[in-house]
């Protein structure tokens, strides 16, 4: 997999990201000096957090932020469409996928956010996908809380009312398929709502370490 972002802010020079298989590699160019990191994406954890204006990915183990993205530059669509792909990038490569693996792999959440909504399989598979994984009760509030502040969109409100559910209910599976089913209504909004909700799409993929 390649995925390329470039961002630019003007009189600070541009950042450059791109995704080559299980690295990212990041170029940031400013007008006195160029710096060049390679990441590996095994470190990651793919649940980044919303800070002010930028998007954050921490390491596993790490106290700080390893990678800062300005958020929707160059544009919402663009920043969107490259954060999902990296989360799943980093899933695929936790799971231990070769690129050619991957491929095979369902495209679950982030394979078409701004295309159809995804489809899971049929009811059965997928409360077996979802029994028994660990839902954080304050992770949901925060996912909240983001909504009903960045996103004023009257399509999110049965989302909202299904997270609130399985905040206050997280073992209870019908709510978590509730979870599921609004966010497939979403439709275009979804790259919106797992910006300032990320937690939605490390909550809605495989564990990527193998955990519940």
């Not at 920043?79 to 095979?104: C, H, K, P």
């Amino acid at each position: 997999m390649t995925m390329k972002l470039v961002q630019k802010r003007f009189l600070k020079g541009t950042r450059e990201f791109e995704i080559i298989n299980d690295v990212i590699h990041v170029r940031i160019k400013t007008p006195f000096k160029e710096e060049k990191i390679t990441l590996g994406l095994s470190v990651l954890d793919p649940e980044p957090i919303v800070n002010n204006a930028c998007v954050e990915f921490y390491g596993r183990a790490e106290p700080e932020p390893l990678l800062s993205l300005l958020m929707d530059n160059p544009s919402a669509d663009e920043f969107n469409q490259f954060v999902v792909a990296l989360q799943q990038q980093i899933v695929q490569v936790s799971n231990g996928f070769t690129d050619s693996e991957a491929d095979t792999q369902p495209a679950g959440i982030a394979g078409n956010v701004f295309d159809e909504p995804p489809e899971f399989d049929e009811p059965e598979s997928k409360r077996s996908k979802y029994l028994g994984k660990s839902i954080r009760p304050a992770r949901l509030e925060e996912a909240i809380q983001m909504l009903e502040q960045y996103v004023a969109d009257e399509e999110i409100k049965p989302l909202l009312a299904a997270l609130k559910a399985l905040k206050d209910d997280p073992e209870n599976e019908s709510c978590m398929e509730q979870v599921v089913d609004a966010f497939n209504d979403l439709g275009i909004v979804q790259g919106a709502v797992l910006t300032y909700a990320p937690y939605l799409s490390v909550l809605l993929m495989d564990d990527p370490y193998g955990e519940n």
